[in-house]
């Protein structure tokens, strides 16, 4: 596609249930980003793949937060058990790869999450 | 470790004043930096970097590394220019944000 594509835009759940968070990439990028967004905090990174490397999920933070990014293309982020402090925008971004990485990132619109 | 601090969370400024916006980072390694920015209802753009050495909409930003800073300057503010700036480290694999300056512009 001609950007990075998240869906759903806006989610709202209920604490405790499990949610899923879709990132499409630009056509051709290798590598994809989750970052996490909320007030005061900034930009959080949460878990980067490239390829077909093992991913960086050193930002990951908890055990309730898992992704897979299936065929090298699209990637689903999960959050179980949701607590109302998951609640933030999840930006997923896609870059050519680590050696062009200075060409930055392309950023989706994001996913607003919103845990009642 | 890598981080990148922007010590003002909130900066106001009036059109046509200058605008500086602050980054210093942490990184122990050849540092390359990134400004980010998000206008209201937007998603989060690349604005520049400071390998190209380029100005954008009228910004530039000098990597100082004895001083290891990054700030963004515009020497005469719009009220477009009113968005949420992150300055951005990358790291061995990832891009390291800072926690976001929000700019107003005041007319």
């Known amino acids: 596609g001609a950007g990075v594509s998240q869906s759903p835009s806006n989610k709202v759940t209920e604490k405790g249930k499990d949610v899923e968070l879709r990132c499409d990439p630009i056509?051709?990028?290798?590598?994809l980003y989750w970052y996490r967004q909320s007030l005061g905090q900034g930009l959080e990174f949460l878990i980067y793949?490239?390829?077909?490397?093992?991913?960086?999920k050193s930002g990951l933070p908890s055990d309730r937060f898992s992704a897979e990014r299936t065929g090298g293309s699209v990637s689903t982020l999960t959050i179980q058990r949701t607590q109302q402090e998951d609640s933030a925008v999840y930006l997923c971004?896609?870059?050519?790869?680590?050696?062009?990485?200075?060409?930055?990132?392309?950023f989706g619109s994001g996913t607003r999450l919103t845990v009642v | 470790a890598q981080r990148v601090t922007q010590p003002e969370k909130l900066l106001s400024v009036f059109k046509g004043a200058p605008v500086e916006l602050k980054c210093n980072y942490s990184?122990?390694?050849?540092?390359?930096l990134f400004w980010y920015v998000q206008y209201s209802r937007q998603r989060l753009q690349l604005l520049l970097r400071?390998?190209s050495r380029e100005s954008i909409k009228g910004f530039t930003a000098d990597l100082n590394k004895g001083e290891t800073s990054f700030h963004l300057k515009k020497p005469f503010a719009q009220e477009e220019d009113s968005a949420m700036y992150y300055c951005?480290?990358?790291?061995?694999?990832?891009?390291?944000f800072g926690q976001g300056t929000r700019l107003t512009i005041n007319p």
């Open positions: 971004a896609s870059s050519l790869d680590r050696g062009l990485i200075s060409y930055g990132y392309t």
């Open positions: 056509s051709g990028h290798t590598a």
């Open positions: 793949f490239q390829g077909n490397s093992a991913p960086d």
């Open positions: 990184y122990s390694g050849s540092p390359e």
């Open positions: 400071h390998i």
């Open positions: 951005a480290l990358q790291g061995a694999q990832k891009l390291v």
